[in-house]
């Protein structure tokens, strides 16, 4: 497979469920990212992951637990989450240095009951 | 706060036509400005511009930035109903090589 890869393609889950988002990049990046995609909002970075550090958290909620254990894998477990969490969750991967255009998956469409 | 709008928010033309696509900005630290063509799920990469006054040109596609006034435009000639899409733009920062904030998008809707 080549570029960047994300399973489940959907999902449904309860408030009180856990579940986990896979990525996986094919692309020899570097650097991993998870985006969130709400309805007629713009995409807004929740995590960035440089050679498996992380290195951005914006003030994301720690009902969303990212893990990265290497530079081609990336995870967000979720736990206990809310309805409004339900949006289009995108993986993306690029080179940190130097920086270059991010190559998104096609994303995991997150319904939260 | 940092800022990227777009605009129009949206558009429908017919084939053939010629549309201009605007992204204006206003960050701190600017690094470059990225536009993205989002159809189904995922976004994909069009250009990165770094300098101003350098057009890049993908085909039917082309983009320019302003650094001094601050905006970027994508041009797409020729139209056809396959460019039908949302049409993202995003800067980078120096300092943070990662960070990416992404405007709200134009819907461009071609039609027959």
């Known amino acids: 497979e080549t570029g960047v890869t994300q399973t489940p393609r959907h999902l449904v889950m309860g408030m009180t469920n856990k579940k986990s988002l896979k990525c996986e990049q094919h692309?020899?990046?570097?650097?991993m990212y998870w985006y969130k995609q709400s309805a007629k909002k713009p995409l807004e970075l929740m995590f960035v992951?440089?050679?498996?550090?992380?290195?951005e958290n914006n003030s994301v909620p720690s009902r969303f637990s990212p893990e990265c254990p290497n530079s081609s894998h990336l995870f967000l477990h979720l736990h206990t989450l809310q309805p409004e969490d339900s949006a289009l969750y995108l993986c993306?991967?690029?080179?940190?240095?130097?920086?270059?255009?991010?190559?998104f998956g096609p994303g995991t469409r997150l319904t939260v009951l | 706060e940092d800022k990227v709008v777009q605009s129009p928010l949206s558009l429908v033309v017919h084939e053939g036509d010629t549309v201009t696509l605007n992204c204006s900005y206003e960050?701190?630290?600017?690094?470059?400005l990225l536009w993205y063509k989002q159809e189904k799920k995922a976004p994909t990469f069009l250009f990165m511009l770094?300098?101003?006054?350098i057009e890049k040109k993908s085909g039917r596609l082309s983009s320019i930035l302003d650094k001094k006034e601050l905006f970027s435009i994508l041009n797409i000639t020729a139209t056809q109903t396959g460019d039908s899409a949302i049409y993202l733009c995003?800067?980078?920062?120096?300092?943070?090589?990662?960070?990416?904030?992404f405007g709200t998008g134009t819907r461009l809707q071609v039609m027959l």
């Open positions: 992951y440089n050679f498996k550090e992380q290195t």
């Open positions: 993306a991967s690029s080179q940190y240095h130097p920086p270059g255009g991010q190559y």
């Open positions: 692309l020899g990046h570097n650097a």
């Open positions: 960050v701190t630290n600017f690094r470059s």
């Open positions: 770094t300098s101003s006054g």
């Open positions: 995003a800067v980078t920062y120096t300092g943070t090589a990662s960070k990416l904030t």
